[in-house]
């Protein structure tokens, strides 16, 4: 009986190396690899996100008899923000996940998102890593003072930056968020060069 049949074969694998390693058979990957679609994962497609994200919003309204319109803008920059260990698969279940647990009406917004998700785009966004700043140690050595005050300096300039994030622009706002009078903000914002 005469059949025309087509594999299609996914993995989230590097089988290159998985041959290299003797943990995937060489003839079985050149058998199966006759049309390889390299796809990266959704983090490195970031325009991506939104057109998923706004797709999915759209199935589960027909879905769950819903009528979200889509995201506010901060709701969206954790969807940009966020890595997506999950890729597309978790994209589609956490909206999945919002959409049957969350009342939103028609807007989704940052309070809908899970607050793992919410929380791991935080960090992210605070992380300083020291080591960008670490100059190549030579026999000159390097200028400490110069250093930690460069590391000082942009440190605080994200503390304040969150901090008018948080306020939407309001110095008040802002200042009483860390804590520190209107002038001590606009002082710390001209000493670390953000005025």
Do not use: C
């Not at 074969?9 to 199966?32: Q, V, W």
């Not at 309001?170 to 520190?180: C, D, Q, V």
């Amino acid at each position: 009986m005469p059949i025309d049949v087509r594999f299609v074969f996914a993995t989230n694998k590097d089988l290159s190396k998985m041959i290299k390693e003797g943990s995937f058979r060489e003839d079985l990957f050149y058998r199966i690899s006759v049309v390889p679609i390299t796809i990266p994962p959704l983090r490195e497609r970031g325009e991506d996100i939104l057109l998923l994200a706004r797709h999915y919003v759209e199935e589960f309204n027909k879905k769950f008899m819903k009528k979200v319109g889509g995201f506010s803008r901060e709701a969206e920059q954790i969807l940009m923000a966020y890595s997506w260990p999950g890729n597309v698969r978790e994209l589609k279940n956490i909206l999945e996940r919002v959409m049957i647990l969350q009342n939103m009406g028609t807007t989704i917004m940052p309070e809908n998102l899970p607050a793992e998700m919410r929380a791991s785009v935080e960090k992210e966004r605070f992380q300083i890593h020291v080591d960008d700043f670490l100059p190549d140690l030579s026999s000159e050595g390097m200028d400490y003072t110069a250093l930690t005050e460069n590391i000082t300096r942009t440190i605080k300039s994200r503390i304040l930056s969150r901090a008018l994030e948080m306020s939407h622009g309001k110095k008040m706002e802002a200042a009483k968020l860390l804590r520190i009078s209107r002038y001590k903000l606009i002082r710390e914002q001209k000493k670390n060069g953000m005025v």
